[in-house]
C-alpha cells in the first residue's frame, strides 16, 4: 500500500521548502520506503486528513496518520525495524528530541531573519495573505520590519550552527558514520533556507558545507534536484 506525505508547497507543488517535511521527506528515502507525495498549501494545511487543525508533515500509512517530522520518524522505526534505523536504539532516540530543541530555539530563527520575506514572495496570492496575517501576529510588526531588523550576513547562522561544525570535525555525520534523523532535523532548516532564500547564506566550506552536500546528493539527489527561488 502507498504511503502518502502530505508536505508543504509554495505557488507551484514542485516547491517543496518546509524544513520539518524535508526532515521526513529524508526519512523515508533513509528507510528505503516509496512514497506518493501530496503538496498542500498553507491555506489547505489545517484540513488534511479530515482534520481541524493538522500541521504537515502528515502521514498516511495505510489505516495510520502520523503528524509531526519526530513521531512519523518513530513511528517508520517502528513500523518498519528492517529497514536503516533512524535512531539507533532508545538512546539515540532521546538524544535526537535535544537535537530537534537547539535546532528549533537556535537554527530556525536565523534561517527565518534571512528568508521570511523570500517565503512570502513565493507563495500564491492566497497563501500570502494567511502567511502574512499568521506571521504580523506572531512577530508583532509587519513582515517589512521584521525583515528589516536584521542584517543579511549570515552571521547568526555561522553562530547558530557553531556546534554542528565542531561535531562534524570529529565525524562526517551526528550519526557517525551515516547519518540518522538527528541529521535530518539539522538539515531541514539549511534545506529550507536554500529553497527559499534569493541569496545564498549557506555555508561555503569546512565540515558544515561538506556535510550539507553529501545530504543533498544521497538519495539519488533528492534534496539537491528540488526546486529553488534562488
Avoid at 500509512?61 to 518513530?74: F, H, L, N, R
Avoid at 522505526?77 to 533512524?86: E, I, N, V
Avoid at 513565493?122 to 536584521?150: N, Y
Wanted: proline residues 6%.
Amino acid at each position: 500500500m502507498t504511503i502518502h506525505l502530505y508536505e508543504l508547497c509554495g505557488a507551484t507543488e514542485d516547491h517543496l521548502f518546509s524544513p520539518h517535511c524535508w526532515k521526513t521527506r529524508m526519512s523515508l528515502a533513509h528507510k528505503g520506503l516509496d512514497f506518493a507525495s501530496a503538496p498542500v498549501p498553507f491555506t489547505k494545511v489545517a484540513t488534511v486528513e479530515g482534520g481541524e487543525n493538522r500541521k504537515v508533515p502528515v502521514l498516511r500509512d495505510g489505516d495510520e496518520v502520523v503528524e509531526e517530522s519526530y513521531q512519523i520518524a518513530k513511528y517508520l522505526d517502528r513500523t518498519y525495524p528492517d529497514k536503516p534505523s533512524l535512531f539507533n536504539g532508545q538512546g539515540g532516540e532521546d538524544l535526537t528530541a535535544f537535537v530537534i530543541s537547539w535546532a528549533t530555539t537556535q537554527i530556525h530563527p536565523a534561517v527565518a531573519k534571512l528568508c521570511v520575506y523570500d517565503i512570502h514572495n513565493a507563495l500564491a496570492p492566497e497563501d500570502q495573505a494567511f502567511f502574512r496575517a499568521s506571521r504580523e501576529k506572531l512577530f508583532g510588526c509587519t513582515l517589512e520590519e521584521f525583515d528589516a531588523k536584521f542584517a543579511k550576513n549570515g552571521e547568526a547562522l555561522e553562530a547558530a550552527l557553531f556546534p554542528l561544525k565542531n561535531a562534524l570535525s570529529r565525524q562526517p555525520y551526528l550519526g557517525g558514520e551515516s547519518p540518522v534523523f538527528a541529521d535530518y532535523v539539522v538539515f531541514g532548516p539549511l534545506q529550507w533556507l536554500r529553497t527559499t532564500c534569493t541569496q545564498d547564506h549557506l555555508p561555503k566550506e569546512g565540515p558544515v558545507a561538506e556535510w550539507f552536500d553529501r545530504l543533498l546528493d544521497m538519495y539519488d539527489g533528492m534534496a539537491r534536484n528540488t526546486k529553488t527561488m534562488g
